[in-house]
């Protein structure tokens, strides 16, 4: 049992699929995973262990932001031993051909945050995907001939900007979507030598103004979730 997870030795998987919201985390253990069991309550930050496909799967809320993710991620990997991890959330889509409920997977990732410029003194860390799951995720994604876009994406400290064309600059340089988790997932990833991936339903395009409905970034997310569950389970 670590300090944000109250997970016995065992428990959770080596392979795990990380929603931000809790909610999101009960809603898969309930539509996809068979035998599903509930290891985790603290703080209202759900965890889940079952089966998908007849293979061992975890599923663990992560809550919003970088500071948050990585408490569990750092958890999840030298508590629980968990190798392979995967982020299935939401982001906004920056470029005109991506549109509201495609699929966006961050080959790598920037961000706005000072996080890794304290980690490594002042220098400069570029965290990239595991290129494993990478080749996986885009050869499943073919298969099932999903719209899903493949590239770099950008981590946010703030949600709210008071410069309505923040955004622009990393567009302008092909960063396909916004989020607020992925670069420290992988850089934690790196750090340990564990595969890592963020797979993101675009729920609002910065260039459109479109956005999807709070219940479906909840619960209707499915062919995210279908994607990531086949991806750790190959």
């Known amino acids: 049992m670590s300090l944000h997870i109250g997970a016995k030795q065992g428990e959770i998987a080596e392979a795990i699929l990380l929603p931000g919201d809790p909610l999101r985390a009960k809603f898969i253990a309930e539509n996809f995973l068979t035998d599903a069991k509930c290891y985790n309550e603290i703080r209202g930050m759900y965890g889940f262990t079952g089966?998908?496909?007849?293979?061992?799967?975890?599923?663990?809320?992560t809550g919003m932001g970088m500071p948050s993710c990585s408490i569990y991620v750092y958890e999840l990997i030298n508590e629980y031993n968990v190798k392979t991890l995967v982020r299935i959330g939401t982001a906004g889509s920056t470029q005109s051909y991506i549109d509201v409920r495609d699929i966006i997977v961050g080959v790598g990732a920037c961000a706005d945050s000072d996080i890794n410029k304290m980690r490594f003194?002042?220098?400069?860390?570029?965290?990239?995907?595991?290129?494993?799951?990478?080749?996986?995720?885009?050869?499943?994604?073919?298969?099932?001939?999903?719209?899903?876009?493949?590239?770099?994406?950008l981590s946010i400290d703030n949600y709210y900007y008071e410069d309505p064309d923040w955004w622009k600059i990393w567009a302008k340089y092909n960063v396909i979507g916004i989020e607020m988790e992925s670069y420290a997932l992988y850089t934690l990833a790196a750090r340990y030598k564990c595969d890592a991936l963020s797979i993101l339903t675009v729920s609002n395009s910065f260039i459109t103004g479109e956005e999807a409905p709070a219940e479906d970034r909840q619960t209707k997310f499915k062919q995210m979730a279908e994607l990531a569950l086949d991806l750790i389970t190959k």
Do not use: T
């Open 121 to 153: 003194g002042h220098r400069h860390f570029s965290p990239i995907a595991s290129f494993k799951l990478l080749y996986d995720a885009y050869n499943i994604a073919q298969e099932k001939k999903l719209k899903a876009h493949f590239g770099n994406i």
């Open 51 to 61: 089966y998908y496909k007849g293979k061992r799967v975890s599923v663990q809320g």
